[in-house]
T-cell receptor, first 116, second 115 residues
Framework: EPEVTQTPSHQVTQMGQEVILRCVPI?????FYWYRQILGQKVEFLVSFYNNEISEKSEIFDDQFSVERPDGSNFTLKIRSTKLEDSAMYFCASSGTRTGVSREQFFGPGTRLTVL | AQSVTQLGSHVSVSEGALVLLRCNYSSSVPPYLFWYVQYPNQGLQLLLK??????LVKGINGFEAEFKKSETSFHLTKPSAHMSDAAEYFC?????????????FGRGTQLTVWP
């Protein structure tokens, strides 16, 4: 069964460093998302991406964040200068095929980012 | 923006007992509704969803949920809990007007099943 994959599973970084979180969405999906979950808090939407551009972003997704689909398979989230409060589990999701817009989002296992 | 409330961050039941996890949403226009489950060290897996049609929705692993517009609720139930049901459960909604389906999540409910 197709699934969303994410690498790495755990990333530890120093404050101020850049990190790139990687995702491989399901191959025929067209819509891509990043969410995050700070420990003990809700899962929060960060950004959605369609047709090679951001379609929606939350107030969390400031200039420190960027997304990219560098090739036909990967979808990345970059944090330019990490802060302590960026420590969270980051989930990638994908949905939607050319035959219709499915509102079901398929989630990856997450990347746990720890900023020291 | 949507708001999703899950009453009870922790629910404990005995194996074989009824599972009831509560979810309420804030929108005056009924959104699309979802329940996701997260097992330890895994991603979010869709249990069931309501978009249109029958208000009682059946999902995987014997779970079901009923959409009640008058109560703005979408509670998740399972008649008989199994040890393997122990996990965290998230209720989520998205706006019908939102083509790309940004999800709003509740805080999650950790289900513990005692033998």
């Amino acid at each position: 069964e197709p699934e969303v994959t994410q690498t790495p599973s755990h990333q530890v970084t120093q404050m101020g460093q850049e990190v790139i979180l990687r995702c491989v969405p399901i191959s025929n999906h067209l819509y891509f998302y990043w969410y995050r979950q700070i420990l003990g808090q809700k899962v929060e939407f960060l950004v959605s991406f369609y047709n090679n551009e951001i379609s929606e972003k939350s107030e969390i997704f400031d200039d420190q964040f960027s997304v990219e689909r560098p090739d036909g398979s990967n979808f990345t989230l970059k944090i330019r200068s990490t802060k302590l409060e960026d420590s969270a589990m980051y989930f990638c999701a994908s949905s939607g095929t050319r035959t219709g817009v499915s509102r079901e989002q398929f989630f990856g296992p997450g990347t746990r980012l720890t900023v020291l | 923006a949507q708001s999703v409330t899950q009453l009870g961050s922790h629910v404990s039941v005995s194996e074989g007992a009824l599972v009831l996890l509560r979810c309420n949403y804030s929108s005056s226009v009924p959104p699309y509704l979802f329940w996701y489950v997260q097992y330890p060290n895994q991603g979010l897996q869709l249990l069931l969803k309501y978009t249109t049609g029958a208000t009682l929705v059946k999902g995987i692993n014997g779970f079901e949920a009923e959409f009640k517009k008058s109560e703005t609720s979408f509670h998740l139930t399972k008649p008989s809990a199994h040890m393997s049901d122990a996990a965290e459960y998230f209720c989520a909604v998205n706006d019908r007007g939102s083509t790309l389906g940004r999800l709003y999540f509740g805080r999650g409910t950790q289900l513990t099943v005692w033998p």
